[in-house]
C-alpha cells in the first residue's frame, strides 16, 4: 500500500510541474526557433487584430493577450509606445524567453538537478545555455564594425573591451 502511495504522489508532483510548465496556450519546454516562432505569431495577432481599433481599445486588447502570461507593462510608456512593444516580436521573444528560463530553472530546483556545491540556483543545462549565449553574442560583435568620422574602423567587440560599461574594465577603474 505504501508503495501505491510513492506512486500516486510522485504522478501528482510530476502532473504539477507539467502544469507549472504551461501557461495559457504556451508550452514553456518548447526550443528557440519554436519560442520565436509562437512570439511572432503572438506580435502578429496584435498587429492585425487591432489594426481597426482606435488606440486605446486596441492597447486594452495587446495588454490582455500580454497578461495571460503574467506579464505586465509598465505604467510610464505612452499608449503609441506600449503599442509598438507589443506588436514587437522581439518584445514578446525577451519576455517569453525569459519566463521560459525562470520556469525551467524552477522546475530543476524542484527536481534536484542543480549542483549544490557548484551553485544553489543554476542547473548545468542553464549554464551551457548562458555561455553558449555569451558566446553568440561575442560572435555578433566580432563581425559588426563601427566607422570613426576619421575614417577609421574598429570592431564592437573592441569598443566593447575598452568601454567602462564592460565589467571587466569597470572593475579595474574603481580600483
Known sequence: MTRLSDYVTAN????????????????LTTDLPELKRFA???ANECMRDTAHMAKEQALSFCKSKF???????????S???????????????KRLKQLA?????????????VHQEKSTYCSSERLSQ??????QSLSYMENKW?????????????????????PRVRSVVVK
Not at 497578461?67 to 510608456?77: C, I, N
Not at 499608449?79 to 521573444?93: D, G, P, V
Not at 528560463?101 to 538537478?113: F, G, I, T
Not at 568620422?149 to 575598452?162: C, F, P, Q, V
Open 40 to 42: 511572432k505569431t503572438k
Open 67 to 77: 497578461s495571460r502570461y503574467g506579464f505586465v507593462l509598465p505604467d510610464d510608456h
Open 130 to 135: 548562458h555561455q553558449w549565449e555569451k558566446e
Open 12 to 27: 501528482r508532483f510530476l502532473s504539477n510541474l507539467d502544469k507549472q510548465l504551461q501557461v495559457a496556450d504556451l508550452n
Open 101 to 113: 528560463a525562470q520556469q525551467m530553472e524552477e522546475v530543476r530546483r524542484q527536481l534536484d538537478l
Open 79 to 93: 499608449i503609441a509606445e506600449a503599442l509598438t512593444q507589443l506588436r514587437s516580436e522581439k518584445f514578446w521573444f
Open 146 to 166: 563601427f566607422c570613426s568620422a576619421d575614417g577609421e574602423y574598429i570592431s564592437m567587440l573592441d569598443a566593447y573591451n575598452s568601454n567602462v560599461s564592460n
